[in-house]
């Protein structure tokens, strides 16, 4: 299993610009979510998703889009970028609710110029 | 008040010592506690959990959970160098599927 996968590991985008970042996982977890991390911040929920086609906002959600429409992916979307969204973002994916483990990506380190 | 508070660190402790990592909580509904390990540039990885009250223990870590005070401990015995990472305790919100992370200690084992 490759577990769970982001890409890209890297990207710099300017003002205004949009992209997405991809996640992927190969566990048939149903619940993904989608944090970012910043200095003295700690993990903070974008966006979750506890199944295909079920979305949710997280504590930060603005600026930021998703879908799930496969049970694998689950891929954020940046709008319009802003240099507040400079931060690692992470995808988490876990079988279930409660108490279960939080398999994490590597992460996607964005810069916003 | 936050949820969960964690002391940033950074922690550096020649290696051998025994270190000590905390975090309190407010919500007294919390029953399952996690702490999860980062080591630089990677994604967390799940390192131990309890449920309710106690203590439990893996190799040289130990997790403690002291519900009357809402605080909960992660100890490390015989700290090694490839022990340097962030620590981060994690609390499942109840009922629902959302965790809470602390902040993260930066942990710095001298060698």
């Known amino acids: 299993n490759a577990g769970v996968t982001q890409t890209p590991k890297f990207q710099v985008l300017k003002t205004g610009q949009s992209m997405t970042l991809q996640c992927a996982q190969d566990?048939?977890?149903?619940?993904m979510s989608w944090y970012r991390q910043d200095p003295g911040m700690g993990l903070r929920l974008i966006h979750y998703?506890?199944?295909?086609?079920?979305?949710d906002q997280g504590e930060v959600p603005n600026g930021y889009n998703v879908s799930r429409s496969t049970t694998e992916d689950f891929p954020l979307r940046l709008l319009s970028a802003a240099p507040s969204q400079t931060s690692v973002y992470f995808c988490?994916?876990?079988?279930?609710?409660?108490?279960?483990?939080?398999?994490f990506g590597p992460g996607t380190r964005l810069t916003v110029t | 008040q936050k949820e969960v508070e964690q002391d940033p660190g950074p922690l550096s402790v020649p290696e051998g010592a025994i270190v000590s990592l905390n975090c309190t909580y407010s919500n007294s509904a919390f029953q399952y506690f996690m702490w999860y390990r980062q080591y630089s540039r990677k994604g967390p990885e799940l390192l131990m959990y309890?449920?309710?009250?106690g203590n439990k223990e893996d190799g040289r870590f130990t997790a403690q959970v002291d519900k009357s005070s809402k605080y909960i401990s992660l100890f490390i015995r015989d700290s090694q160098p490839s022990d340097s990472a962030t620590y981060l305790c994690a609390i499942p919100g109840a009922g629902t599927y959302k965790y809470i992370f602390g902040t993260g200690t930066r942990l710095k084992v001298l060698a």
């Open positions: 566990m048939n977890h149903e619940y």
């Open positions: 309890t449920y309710s009250s």
């Open positions: 988490a994916s876990m079988l279930g609710g409660g108490a279960n483990e939080q398999y």
């Open positions: 998703s506890v199944g295909a086609g079920i979305t």
